[in-house]
């Protein structure tokens, strides 16, 4: 590929670019903060927020077997993460990862879609926070003005001000260091532990045999109402994401398939990490296994204790104890899950800025937002344009409407970073990889096709509005991106000689 919009970035060059001193960020994250940073963000929204929709919409109690396949498409996506992660220890991730090896206009599309995922993320994650303190504040007696809580399944237009509030504050302790960011995650990601510990524990002894009768409930057809669930899918293949049945399972992976995108948000710190070709596969890959385990126990014993008819949509959790008659199990479970998804949204938007960075330092967005505080070493300004841009996103966007998006984004990166992995090999094998993806080309492939699978799951409004998006971004990169990268500017843009 000759043509500058194929043009690569040596991974020597990104990684020299790392060392200049007004785009150098501060390494200060051990093996230990991404193991946490990584449960911190996987443990969250698919827990406490949308076990309760794709239950009562696509699973039942099989919830917990759509958890295991979703699972299942993360471990083989995380395992070329990890290569990738430990040989280009460079902020970006995914954008990092194509930029060496598809070129720079493939770079840019993933790095446009990663700036959706992750900003709707952070939205997806505070909008579930703001309905579990909700939930707290109904439980002490006080109930938040409809048109200040906007919480899902009302009728009245209103600003959510406790997800925007939410956002904000979590934007200071990111513009203030890593560390910082590590240290209030640490703290939380141990009561949220706890707290699904408990969930476990606990509502084990409130399971009802008769809430698993049928454990995968009889499929149901899409009403002639909806035909916009999937006339894409319909057109192509001639069947539409299901309602219950096995289909449902799938169905409802592809929706819980967004609790599982923390270990992708580790590989973008791999630039902050002080021993990266160690500790981010350690990172990525235990983090991702410990979580999956706790996400078929926990959608488990929810589904057992309330039937998956019954089950709330804001706060699953809670109100199945609720429905049990303990109300305090239901406010320790809402005031845990409220702690615990702060942390989500604050390593969701710490992804969202260091890929907005990267994209800047390649000149591919204004360089203006590549230069880190001079004390602190962030990327102060992405970081509080992003965090006020989410901040109204998050106060007037419904949650259900957020989260497909971010899941095809995700799995549209999956998909690049194994197709990446199977084109470095072969154009740079001299390159040290201190992690190797396991049984290369067949897991990457395996990998692409079980990420097709279930974005072909989600409803087509969610790729009409994804093409929209990627669409803009084309238009962005021709307009601005492509004469404004340092790669245009660089005599050395050749890509590197094939090892002898």
Request: glycine share 8%.
């Amino acid at each position: 590929m000759t043509s500058p919009l194929f043009r690569t970035k040596k991974v020597e060059q990104s990684i020299r670019d790392t060392e200049e001193p007004e785009h150098a960020l501060k390494k200060s994250l051990s093996a230990l903060d991404l193991t946490v940073f990584g449960v911190g963000v996987i443990i969250g929204t698919g827990i406490f927020v949308l076990t309760g929709t794709v239950a009562k919409d696509n699973a039942g109690p099989a919830t917990a077997l759509a958890f295991v396949v979703a699972g299942v498409v993360c471990a083989l996506a995380a395992l070329c993460y990890a290569e990738f992660a430990s040989t280009v220890p460079v902020a970006g991730s995914a954008y990092t990862f194509s930029y060496a090896s598809l070129g720079e206009l493939p770079a840019w599309i993933i790095g446009w879609d990663l700036v959706l995922e992750f900003a709707l993320g952070t939205a997806v994650v505070a909008v579930g926070w703001s309905g579990y303190i909700q939930s707290l504040m109904e439980n002490a007696g006080w109930e938040m003005p409809a048109v200040l809580g906007s919480r899902e399944g009302s009728d009245v237009f209103g600003f959510d001000i406790l997800a925007a509030v939410l956002v904000l504050v979590l934007t200071g302790i990111l513009v203030l260091g890593m560390k910082l960011s590590a240290r209030v995650t640490s703290v939380v990601v141990a009561i949220k532990v706890t707290v699904v510990l408990v969930v476990i524990i606990a509502g084990a002894f409130f399971i009802t045999a008769d809430n698993y009768d049928p454990f995968i409930p009889e499929s149901q057809p899409v009403p002639a109402g909806e035909s916009l669930d999937s006339p894409l899918i319909q057109l192509m293949f001639g069947w539409a994401p299901a309602n219950f049945g096995v289909m449902g399972i799938f169905t409802a992976a592809s929706v819980v398939f967004f609790a599982f995108i923390g270990f992708d948000i580790v590989a973008t710190a791999a630039e902050e990490t002080r021993n990266p070709q160690r500790d981010m596969p350690r990172g990525i890959l235990g983090s991702l296994f410990i979580c999956t385990v706790l996400y078929v126990l926990v959608s488990l014993v929810v589904t057992g204790m309330q039937h998956y008819s019954e089950l709330s949509v804001d706060a699953p959790l809670a109100d199945a104890f609720k429905a049990t008659g303990h109300p305090w199990f239901a406010g320790f479970i809402s005031f845990g899950a409220a702690v615990g998804l702060t942390t989500v949204c604050m390593i969701l938007l710490l992804g969202q800025t260091r890929v907005f960075f990267a994209m800047s330092r390649d000149g591919l967005l204004p360089t203006f937002f590549s230069r880190v505080h001079p004390r602190f070493r962030t990327p102060h300004r992405p970081t509080i344009l992003l965090g006020v841009l989410i901040a109204v996103l998050a106060g007037f966007t419904p949650l259900n409407e957020l989260a497909a998006l971010v899941n095809i984004g995700t799995l549209f990166a999956f998909v690049i970073v194994a197709i990446s992995v199977i084109i470095l090999r072969r154009t740079r094998p001299d390159l040290h990889r201190a992690f190797r993806t396991p049984w290369v080309p067949v897991l990457p492939i395996v990998s692409v096709g079980a990420s097709l699978w279930l974005m072909l799951n989600l409803p087509a409004e969610t790729w009409v509005r994804f093409g929209i998006w990627m669409a803009i971004g084309i238009v962005v990169y021709f307009l601005y991106s492509r004469t404004h990268s340092r790669m245009a500017r660089r005599k050395d843009t050749s890509p590197a000689p094939p090892a002898s």
